[in-house]
Nanobody, 124 residues
Framework: QVQLVESGGGLVQAGGSLKLSCAAS???????MTWFRQAPGKEREFVAG????????DYADSVKGRFTISRDNAKNTVYLQMNSLKPEDTAVYYC??????????????????WGQGTQVTVSS
C-alpha cells in the first residue's frame, strides 16, 4: 500500500521557520514530488515541486526566496524548508506524487498519491 506521510507542521510566529517532511512508503517514487497547500475557503494551490534527480525545482511566486524543496531518494523523503513565514502561509500542506511523471506540474489532478496533510499556522 502506497503511503505519503507528512510531518513537521505546527504553530510559528511570523518571520519564523518550519521544515516539513514527507516520507513515502509502499513504492520507490522515481518521479517528481510536490507540495501543495490549502487554506480555509480557498482552492488547493501549488507551492513547490522537485524532479526525480533533484536538479529541477519549481516554486510558486508567493514562496520564491523563502521556501526550499529538497529530497533524499535513499530515504524516499521530500522536504520543504520554510523561512520568513507569513500569516498568509497558514494552510494545510500536502505532499503529492504522480504515478510516473518525472517533472513537477502545478495541477493537482496530475498527482495520483497524496498525504493526509499537516497544518501550518503562522501567527502575526
Amino acid at each position: 500500500q502506497v503511503q505519503l506521510v507528512e510531518s513537521g507542521g505546527g504553530l510559528v510566529q511570523a518571520g519564523g521557520s518550519l521544515k516539513l517532511s514527507c516520507a513515502a512508503s509502499g513504492r520507490t517514487f522515481s518521479t517528481a514530488m510536490t507540495w501543495f497547500r490549502q487554506a480555509p475557503g480557498k482552492e488547493r494551490e501549488f507551492v513547490a515541486g522537485i524532479s526525480w534527480g533533484g536538479g529541477i525545482t519549481d516554486y510558486a511566486d508567493s514562496v520564491k526566496g523563502r521556501f526550499t524543496i529538497s529530497r533524499d531518494n535513499a530515504k524516499n523523503t521530500v522536504y520543504l524548508q520554510m523561512n520568513s513565514l507569513k500569516p498568509e502561509d497558514t494552510a494545510v500542506y500536502y505532499c503529492a506524487a504522480p504515478a510516473t511523471r518525472g517533472l513537477p506540474t502545478h495541477s493537482a489532478p496530475d498527482y495520483d498519491y497524496w498525504g493526509q496533510g499537516t497544518q501550518v499556522t503562522v501567527s502575526s
